[in-house]
């Protein structure tokens, strides 16, 4: 608990710069959480929502309009140098010069951190992600994948205690990303912080120890990922009735405690959320009898992450 976090992000705020003295894009809004040593901690969002903004913050490569970071407890304004060396980041575009092989490339990265010689691990690091036989072909002459699987060897190379990773399995095929998975979780078994955004959200329910979902830059949740599933224990029924119940909701009937939230529809319709845990769906049907309606048709339907997604995002 006394664990420093790994990542500490302070009110961050960029705004990027605008065309012709227009305002520009406000990408953070103000953007506030930790990242707990030792996690997989999963930053989601719909696309636009300011997450690479955030993570290029980090890696030094956009630079903040106001608020702070810190990286392993340095100070990205005060101590970059000593932040950068503490994190590999593998960005969301593919770039490399596609006349250096991988070997060079890895080496290339190593000699930039000043790494001597004999401390470098291009070749495990090389085995670590399957490339060994691609040591010396051209970058160019590589899949899509072994890019990628190249990118996270070249972002371990000066063994940071933290890797982030930008959307690393977007357009990326099942087998690849389950390669991709097994390397990363294999990483945090050794102790590396890992940091993924992504936009599958069961792979982040399957990964990721702590969840922050960020919306038009702004965090709109931050939670151990056990607890936004737990979110989506919630059912939602949606009853149809025989006259509308506004009134009834007036009068507290749907305000019950085994109601976690209830919602009035177009044509007399309820949506009525609970806990699956707590009440079946027949107990919440009893109760809009027991209050006097007629029930006409019924719907149900489990939520997930995703519901807990779109429910706090909007977005859908
Ligand atoms: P995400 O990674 O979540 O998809 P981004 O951080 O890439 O989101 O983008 C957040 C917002 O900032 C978007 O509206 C995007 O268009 C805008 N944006 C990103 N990069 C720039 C830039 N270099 N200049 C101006 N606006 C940008
Ligand atoms: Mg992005």
């Excluded at 009834?248 to 085994?258: H, L, T, W």
């Amino acid at each position: 608990m006394s664990q420093p976090p790994a990542i500490s992000i302070r009110d961050l705020v960029k705004r990027y710069a605008g065309e012709k003295g227009a305002e520009g894009k406000l990408a953070l809004k103000g953007v506030s959480f930790d990242v707990p040593q030792g996690q997989i901690f999963g930053l989601l969002g719909p696309n636009g929502a300011g997450k690479s903004t955030l993570i290029n913050i980090l890696a030094g490569l956009v630079t903040k309009t106001s608020g702070s970071a810190s990286i392993w407890g340095f100070d990205i304004d005060r101590d970059h140098r000593n932040g950068k060396r503490a994190i590999g980041i593998v960005p969301q575009e593919i770039v490399f010069d596609p006349f250096f092989t991988p070997y060079e490339v890895l080496e290339n990265q190593a000699g930039f951190y000043g790494i001597p010689k004999s401390e470098r691990r291009s070749e495990e690091l090389l085995r670590a992600v399957r490339l060994e036989d691609k040591r010396d072909a051209y970058a160019r002459t590589l899949s899509g994948g072994m890019k990628r699987r190249l990118l996270v060897a070249k972002a371990m190379v000066h063994s940071p205690p933290i890797l982030v990773l930008d959307e690393p399995t977007a357009g990326v095929d099942v087998e690849l990303r389950r390669q991709l998975w097994e390397l990363v979780t294999g990483l945090n078994r050794e102790g590396v912080t890992v940091v993924l955004t992504t936009h599958y959200l069961e792979e982040a329910e399957q990964l990721c120890d702590r969840i922050a979902i960020i919306d038009h830059g702004e965090l709109i949740a931050d939670k151990p990922t056990r607890e936004l599933v737990g979110m989506a224990r919630e059912k939602v029924i949606e009853v149809t009735v025989d006259k509308d119940p506004a009134k009834a909701a007036d009068q507290g009937a749907f305000s019950r405690d085994f109601i976690h939230s209830f919602e009035l529809l177009e044509g007399n319709r309820i949506a009525l959320t609970y806990n699956r845990d707590d009440v079946s769906a027949g107990q919440m049907l009893n109760h809009v009898q027991q209050i006097g309606f007629t029930v006409e048709d019924v719907t149900t339907r489990e939520a997930d992450l995703e519901d807990v997604f779109v429910q706090l995002t909007g977005a859908g």
